[in-house]
Nanobody, 119 residues
Framework: VQLQAFGGGLVQPGGSLRLSCAAS????????MGWYCQVPGKQRELVAT???????NYADSVKGRFTISRDNAKNTVYLQMNSLKPEDTAVYYC??????????????WGKGTQVTVSS
């Protein structure tokens, strides 16, 4: 199973970006999908997660600004990032808890996409 993320880049403060991450491979089903971020010298942190039935969870720092969604038919998770702040600058990683074929419950990470918020 592979996760491929798209949509990072450079944006001015107050701007928006939309990240997407598609899972491919021997997938039976995907439970939780999510986004995490990491800056140099710090641990990877939760940004947002979404279950297969659409229940969401957000870090306090992004509530009201970011929206996570998913398309189960496409095995894809999205992160709409609005009102971006310089402190949102990080590498963003997508994550998926996948039930593979043959049946195993495994955790996968994408390679990460850089988001830079700067004027």
């Amino acid at each position: 199973v592979q996760l491929q993320a798209f949509g990072g880049g450079l944006v001015q403060p107050g701007g928006s970006l939309r990240l997407s991450c598609a899972a491919s491979g021997s997938i039976f089903a995907i439970n939780i999908m999510g986004w995490y971020c990491q800056v140099p010298g710090k641990q990877r942190e939760l940004v947002a997660t979404i279950t297969s039935d659409g229940s969401t969870n957000y870090a306090d720092s992004v509530k009201g600004r970011f929206t996570i969604s998913r398309d189960n038919a496409k095995n894809t998770v999205y992160l709409q990032m609005n009102s971006l702040k310089p402190e949102d600058t990080a590498v963003y990683y997508c994550n998926a808890e996948v039930i593979t074929v043959p049946i195993r419950n495994m955790d996968f990470w994408g390679k990460g996409t850089q988001v830079t918020v700067s004027s």
